[in-house]
């Protein structure tokens, strides 16, 4: 028998950090092309509507595509299969990154997780308080879920303009702060904007849920069978009147965590592989293709399905759906006086004063009150500038609006919402680029 090739040479040295570090940099990298593109697509869409274009842009979003399934038409607006279709993917990677800061990340512990929750609650808390208090009794009253969300895409890109400028310890915090208050965003869409329901479709999708558990528990990994459960669940939630892209959010949350294949499997079959590929067996195509199909299935199941989806879904997301989203709804025509209406007003003060204030303010008061530490380099001067950039708001800010307001008030939202969003970027960047490089807090 043929003796088993040594491995030599040493491996790369990891310190501890480089395991949080590392994937935080390959995470922000994406995120940073992200926002780079986001912006590009709301720039355009918003150009082109208020050129001579204008009119034919927003129509073509308004025009109805469908298919015939038995006999029934399924016929919805282009934006609405953007909106509830294409997005419920976008929240499925959201559901997927939650899930990992709670089995891996800084959500995991307590002690870590105590500012950015406390942040996030804050950031929530507040900007709805205000949009409400300034809109109370009036048509905009429903849009107070408007500026409750942060959006990590542009907030991420502001961090890598400012690079170094940003202490790694804020970076962590507010991207734990961006998922924590996703999570509240998705409450908010499934509690505040469900009016009706329809309990026998939202029972098939309950159905469609438990039998995609089963499957899993089954040892079932056919990506075309979880597929079709997807739609088929996506489907129900759909026409049971809570939003479809809830759907999304609860089956990242059900995506298992752990690889089927154990590292000890891999190793033997790396070793088995190696073994082959240097005897005479590696000539037999029989032999050697299955081998190498071992090998292939063997390593691609190692990875856990949450690493594999969130690794593979996420360029689809920041490049092609949520660019789509932006040239879908970022359209709007401005005329100066739509600045000073109630709904506008409202949404730029929710989140140019509401989110710094409600993350500076709770982060203070659990720092004061010894359920959280300041992260090492993050100063109260640097918190407040992480704050205003935490009003940044776009891609869920506008998804919530086109949940809860239509016609001039959704379009006066989305002015407010740009308009917020932009100034809140242009402050916190200028606060953080002015800091004092200093770590201790001041």
């Given at each position: 028998?043929?003796?088993?090739?040594?491995?030599?040479?040493?491996?790369?040295?990891?310190?501890?950090?480089?395991?949080?570090?590392?994937?935080?940099?390959?995470?922000?990298?994406?995120?940073a092309?992200?926002?780079?593109?986001?912006?590009?697509?709301?720039?355009?869409?918003?150009?082109?509507?208020?050129?001579?274009?204008?009119?034919?842009?927003?129509?073509?979003?308004?025009k109805?595509?469908?298919?015939?399934?038995?006999?029934?038409?399924?016929?919805?607006?282009?934006q609405?299969?953007?909106?509830?279709?294409?997005?419920?993917?976008?929240?499925?990677?959201?559901?997927?990154?939650?899930?990992?800061?709670?089995?891996?990340?800084?959500?995991?512990?307590?002690?870590?997780?105590?500012?950015?929750?406390?942040?996030?609650i804050?950031?929530?808390?507040?900007?709805?308080a205000?949009?409400?208090?300034?809109?109370?009794?009036?048509?905009g009253?429903?849009?107070?879920?408007?500026?409750?969300?942060?959006?990590?895409?542009?907030?991420v890109?502001?961090?890598?303009?400012?690079?170094?400028?940003?202490?790694?310890?804020l970076?962590?915090?507010?991207?734990?702060?961006?998922?924590?208050?996703?999570?509240?965003?998705?409450?908010?869409?499934?509690?505040?904007?469900?009016?009706?329901?329809?309990?026998?479709?939202?029972?098939?999708?309950?159905?469609?849920?438990?039998?995609?558990?089963?499957?899993?528990k089954?040892?079932?990994?056919?990506?075309?069978?979880?597929?079709?459960?997807?739609?088929?669940?996506?489907?129900?939630?759909?026409?049971?009147?809570?939003?479809?892209?809830?759907?999304?959010?609860?089956?990242?949350?059900?995506?298992?965590?752990?690889?089927?294949?154990?590292?000890?499997?891999?190793n033997?079959?790396?070793?088995?592989t190696?073994?082959?590929?240097?005897?005479?067996?590696?000539?037999?195509?029989?032999?050697?293709?299955?081998?190498?199909?071992?090998?292939?299935?063997?390593?691609?199941?190692?990875?856990?399905?949450l690493?594999?989806?969130?690794?593979?879904?996420?360029?689809?997301?920041?490049?092609v759906?949520?660019?789509?989203?932006?040239?879908?709804?970022?359209?709007?025509?401005?005329?100066?006086?739509?600045?000073?209406?109630?709904?506008?007003?409202?949404?730029?003060?929710?989140?140019?004063?509401?989110?710094?204030?409600?993350?500076?303010?709770?982060?203070?008061?659990?720092?004061?009150?010894?359920?959280?530490?300041?992260?090492?380099?993050?100063?109260?001067?640097?918190?407040?500038?992480?704050g205003?950039l935490?009003?940044?708001?776009?891609?869920?800010?506008?998804?919530?609006?086109?949940?809860?307001?239509?016609?001039q008030?959704?379009?006066?939202?989305?002015?407010?919402?740009?308009?917020?969003?932009?100034i809140?970027?242009?402050?916190?960047?200028?606060?953080?680029f002015t800091?004092?490089?200093?770590?201790?807090?001041?």
């Amino acid at each position: 028998m043929m003796e088993m090739p040594k491995l030599s040479g040493p491996g790369p040295i990891r310190k501890p950090i480089q395991v949080l570090v590392d994937p935080l940099k390959r995470f922000m990298l994406i995120e940073a092309a992200d926002g780079a593109i986001l912006l590009v697509a709301a720039l355009t869409a918003l150009i082109v509507a208020n050129s001579s274009w204008g009119p034919a842009y927003l129509a073509f979003w308004q025009k109805d595509l469908g298919f015939v399934l038995g006999d029934k038409l399924v016929r919805m607006p282009l934006q609405l299969w953007i909106n509830d279709g294409l997005m419920a993917v976008f929240f499925f990677v959201v559901g997927l990154e939650v899930k990992r800061e709670f089995v891996t990340g800084e959500l995991r512990e307590c002690k870590h997780a105590a500012l950015p929750v406390a942040a996030a609650i804050g950031g929530m808390l507040v900007p709805a308080a205000i949009y409400l208090f300034l809109q109370w009794g009036t048509p905009g009253e429903r849009g107070w879920g408007i500026p409750m969300a942060t959006d990590i895409a542009f907030v991420v890109g502001c961090m890598a303009i400012l690079g170094p400028r940003i202490p790694n310890g804020l970076r962590i915090m507010l991207l734990s702060l961006a998922i924590a208050d996703d999570i509240g965003a998705v409450l908010v869409i499934a509690i505040g904007y469900t009016e009706h329901i329809h309990m026998l479709s939202l029972g098939l999708s309950l159905v469609g849920i438990g039998l995609f558990v089963l499957l899993l528990k089954a040892g079932v990994r056919n990506n075309l069978v979880f597929i079709l459960m997807g739609i088929f669940i996506w489907a129900g939630f759909h026409e049971s009147g809570i939003h479809a892209t809830v759907a999304g959010v609860i089956l990242g949350l059900l995506t298992p965590t752990k690889g089927f294949v154990r590292r000890v499997r891999l190793n033997f079959m790396i070793k088995r592989t190696l073994h082959l590929m240097q005897g005479d067996h590696w000539e037999y195509p029989a032999e050697r293709y299955a081998t190498l199909r071992q090998m292939e299935r063997c390593a691609r199941e190692t990875l856990s399905p949450l690493e594999r989806m969130e690794t593979e879904l996420h360029p689809w997301v920041g490049f092609v759906i949520m660019p789509l989203f932006a040239l879908a709804n970022a359209g709007v025509v401005v005329q100066m006086a739509d600045l000073a209406m109630p709904v506008a007003t409202a949404t730029m003060i929710s989140l140019m004063l509401g989110k710094p204030i409600g993350i500076f303010g709770f982060s203070w008061l659990a720092v004061k009150s010894r359920l959280a530490l300041l992260p090492e380099g993050v100063t109260w001067r640097r918190l407040f500038g992480g704050g205003l950039l935490g009003g940044i708001g776009f891609t869920m800010a506008i998804f919530i609006a086109g949940l809860a307001l239509d016609g001039q008030l959704l379009n006066h939202a989305k002015i407010g919402i740009m308009i917020g969003s932009l100034i809140s970027a242009v402050l916190g960047m200028l606060i953080l680029f002015t800091a004092p490089n200093k770590t201790e807090p001041d």
